[in-house]
């Protein structure tokens, strides 16, 4: 059957390097003779990502050029869209031992995700780690200005955090991926690969398809978001995010049960898939915005909902820097190498006593005192402090669902409210 869907990004089809049959057996077997290096969770997401072709069409961990390309010009060495760094750093030691042409198995607590062949190694000095802080995570925000980013970014923003704790060295190279984790164990049915997602929309009949990016609960602007795009596509896929998270967010589990409530009480299902994929949040803003477009368009999707303060953090972006850079992405021209995944730039939602539903700024004439400000951080501050929910927040099913794993919770951690999440903006 002939797919009437966007092409996977790069021009080499679904570029999957997860290994299957008597290949994964004899490559696991080769593994336990290689040299061990213990890789972060982010990294074994980015392999399990590469594995099964959602980020095609890489095929490895970076090398220095596209490492620069990416962070300068949102570009890789041979010109093809890429907006943040995938890369794989290890100790000055272990670059010791290693060289290039070298074979390694890398391995995350225990079990062994993959092989890689050496192709290069670089170092990372400290200057390096912030040059790629500044060019990836920087943004508009109040949080970002040049006097206040360094002081403000090491205590508050997880992403500037996590690349100014890597090792010494990256290193670069092709993968054999042996390991898909426990996803496929943990959320049947949810976890699914681009070549499952496509196959699913072929079925279906669907060209024209949107994706609602999902790490928090599921409250009614969310809901609104993906009810704009079912009217104007021909489905949606809600795609959360099932890797790790910083603390005091939601776990996967309890999210993707409260996304499934509301498809099951307020979507006609034949228009919705919910799914999820294996990636840790790496909370870069504008720039995850982009790369939640790329590996979409592998999955199948043509059209990104990009909403506000899009994979943000604290008060490091502007409401809608990550609508705004789709306008300056680099094109060459090549349709291989340049996103093809367009944005669906949705303004601020909400839901209006006077307007009695929910609306957003370019419907709605009344005032803030009318309007319940919805987003997830607020949800989740609210229900950590055992707040009383304000109506219309959200669907009753799912905050019950919410309210009973809040009270389950023995450790609990604070929300901080920035800006962006508590309308403080809004005008």
């Not at 996590?162 to 049915?189: C, H, W």
């Not at 303060?309 to 502007?318: L, N």
Request: proline letters at 4%; charged letters at 30%.
């Amino acid at each position: 059957m002939f797919s009437k869907l966007v092409a996977p990004h790069g021009g080499r089809g679904l570029v999957c390097a997860l290994l299957s049959g008597e290949e994964l057996a004899a490559e696991k077997e080769e593994a336990k003779g290689l040299k061990q290096i213990e890789v972060s969770d982010r990294a074994k997401g980015d392999l399990i990502m590469m594995g099964i072709g959602g980020f095609s069409p890489l095929d490895g961990f970076m090398t220095q050029a596209d490492w620069k390309g990416v962070c300068e010009n949102l570009q890789m060495a041979d010109g093809t869209f890429w907006p943040v760094p995938i890369t794989l750093d290890v100790s000055a030691a272990d670059a010791a031992g290693i060289c290039e042409g070298d074979e390694i198995a890398l391995v995350n607590k225990g079990e062994t995700y993959a092989t890689m062949k050496v192709a290069e190694k670089y170092e990372m000095t400290e200057a390096d780690k912030k040059w790629e802080c500044e060019k990836v995570f920087k943004g508009n925000g109040e949080d970002s200005a040049d006097d206040k980013f360094w002081e403000v970014a090491m205590e508050d923003h997880p992403g500037v955090i996590m690349v100014m704790a890597q090792k010494e060295f990256n290193i670069a190279g092709r993968v054999k991926v042996l390991s898909e984790g426990d996803y496929t164990k943990e959320y049947p049915g949810v976890y699914l690969t681009p070549a499952q997602t496509r196959r699913m929309f072929d079925d279906r009949g669907w060209a024209n398809v949107a994706a609602l990016q999902l790490r928090n609960p599921m409250h009614r602007s969310h809901e609104y978001l993906a009810k704009i795009a079912v009217e104007v596509c021909d489905g949606v896929l809600i795609h959360s995010l099932i890797g790790n998270l910083k603390p005091g967010d939601i776990p996967a589990n309890v999210r993707i049960k409260a996304i499934q409530i509301l498809i099951d009480n307020y979507f006609v299902k034949d228009n919705i898939i919910n799914a999820g994929y294996p990636l840790d949040m790496r909370y870069a803003g504008p720039r995850e915005g982009l790369l939640h477009a790329t590996f979409r368009q592998n999955y199948g999707v043509n059209n990104m909902l990009i909403g506000r303060d899009h994979a943000g953090v604290g008060d490091f972006y502007g409401l809608f820097e990550a609508q705004e850079i789709f306008d300056r992405i680099p094109k060459t021209g090549d349709s291989g190498k340049d996103l093809q995944c367009k944005p669906m730039k949705i303004d601020w939602t909400f839901y209006c006593h006077k307007c009695d539903g929910m609306a957003s700024m370019r419907t709605c004439p009344h005032g803030k005192e009318d309007r319940v400000i919805l987003s997830g951080t607020k949800l989740r501050k609210a229900l950590s402090e055992g707040a009383e929910i304000v109506d219309h927040f959200g669907r009753e099913e799912v905050l019950d669902l919410l309210k009973e794993y809040y009270a389950g919770l023995t450790e609990k951690v604070e929300v901080k409210m920035q800006k962006a999440a508590s309308g403080a903006d809004m005008k």
